[in-house]
């Protein structure tokens, strides 16, 4: 089975914790935009939620396939948000936005009772940090606060390349119109702690350690699907 495959199985298997009449986070990426697909089948069945989409391409993928969308202003408490993830460690801490919504995602999951994750198996790792973190940053003052992220970070004994994410040979900008810097710190032993001292960053919009956030997650792998929970 191959990852596209894997990442459907997971899809598939997180249609069951949806419930009639739930008001629903909508993660972004491709293993959610599996779920959209299959989720949107069940809509057209009869099913009926509302669903806050973390990101414009989510919103648009929605909107293609008919499934009934709100704002998170419109819908301020959310009973499930599922969501994709980049790595997963085992207290289901997790990095995210490698498909740069990860503000949005954060804020969507903080407006949920209950985190969902769905991935292929090969995002479980033992520690956090062979993905490059993405750091959202404001783009005034961008030097001053990469400067900042290089020292808080090595303080934590971190060190690696920040790079200015790009997409088609420009800048890569946000829905919210922010920068990402993606750090290449390697294995990341105290994730908390980087989130707190990125937290602490005034030009950091947010970053993608999502630190006891998700309750459950679902990881396929070729025997089939098997779901993981946190203690939070
Ligand atoms: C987007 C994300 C995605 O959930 C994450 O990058 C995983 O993507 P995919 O499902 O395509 O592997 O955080 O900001």
Redo the contacts with the bound molecule.
Sequence with gaps: MDAREL?SMAAAAALAYVEDGMRLGI??????EAFVHLLAEKVADGLRIEGVPTSERTARLCVELGVPLRSLDELPELDLVI????EVDPDLNLI???????LR?KIVAAAAARMLVIVDESKLVDTLGAFPLPIEVNPFGLVATRHSVEQKAAHLGLTGDLVLRQSNSETFTTDGGHYILDASFGRIPDAEALSNALNAIPGVVEHGLFIHMASMAIAAGPTGARMLRANI
């Design positions: 990442k993660g972004t990426g491709s293993t959610a969501d994709g993830a980049d995210k936005g490698g498909g740069g919504a990860l995602e």
